[in-house]
């Protein structure tokens, strides 16, 4: 069965300074990898994904993820933190439902907070 | 403005209740889910429709029913038979459950049971 697994439940990090949310995958097959940032009783919102190619991925806001096949990991990054990033953070992964569609399957949460 | 809408925002009800989360999106996606969050342990999948008319369980669907009647929405009903109601419910919808490509989720619902 497809997981993700987010390592941390919190990140600080100071504004200004490069931040890493963790995130490692388990599947079966090529992985198909999301990122989504949600806010305080808000939905999520997609932030990026790994399909194929390139192994640096860019996205909303800034932010980038490095899919890293050989540890199995898909780490979101972004270079100068602001204190308007702070959110709770999710990482995805594609799973094959019985009918050939698909599901997301989510990580337990990272929460990060940027202190000014 | 394209996009989901989840009503009411906030929800309280009595145990032994049912209540109905409304669920509309005017994406014209074809697919869409259900999926309860509870802190410190990211979402679940409740029910998932591929198509109108169609609907398939998720991974803890015991105590939840949906329906599927026009493509543009997709309810949920939390039954009285469900333990532990007390959860924020998200709706989310996607071009097709076949494709590639993320999901789009609304702002969520709060219910509470008292």
């Known amino acids: 069965a497809q997981s993700v697994a987010q390592p941390e439940d919190q990140v600080n990090v100071a504004e200004g300074n490069p931040l890493t949310v963790k995130c490692t995958y388990s599947v079966s097959g090529n992985p198909y990898l999301f990122w989504y940032v949600q806010y305080p009783n808000r939905g999520l919102q997609f932030l990026l994904k790994?399909?194929?190619?390139?192994?640096l991925v860019k996205g909303s806001y800034g932010f980038e993820a490095e899919f890293n096949k050989s540890q199995t990991s898909f780490h979101l990054k972004k270079p100068s933190a602001l204190v308007s990033d702070s959110a709770l953070y999710f990482c995805a992964v594609r799973d094959m439902l019985g009918d050939s569609s698909y599901k997301l399957i989510f990580g337990s949460g990272t929460r990060l907070l940027v202190r000014p | 403005d394209g996009g989901i809408t989840q009503s009411p925002k906030y929800l309280f009800r009595k145990e032994g209740q049912n209540v109905t989360l409304s669920c509309e999106q005017n994406?014209?996606?074809?697919?869409m889910y259900w999926y309860r969050q509870d802190p410190g342990q990211g979402l679940r999948l409740i029910y998932y429709s591929q198509i109108v008319n169609d609907f398939q369980k998720g991974d803890i669907a015991e105590g939840y029913s949906v329906s599927r009647e026009k493509k543009e929405s997709f309810p949920l009903t939390v039954t009285s038979a469900q333990k532990n109601p007390t959860a924020f419910y998200l709706c989310?919808?996607?071009?097709?459950?076949?494709?590639?490509?993320?999901?789009?989720f609304g702002e969520g619902s709060r219910l509470t049971v008292l």
């Open positions: 994406l014209n996606h074809d697919a």
């Open positions: 790994y399909i194929t190619g390139d192994n």
């Open positions: 989310a919808s996607s071009i097709s459950g076949r494709n590639t490509g993320e999901l789009f």
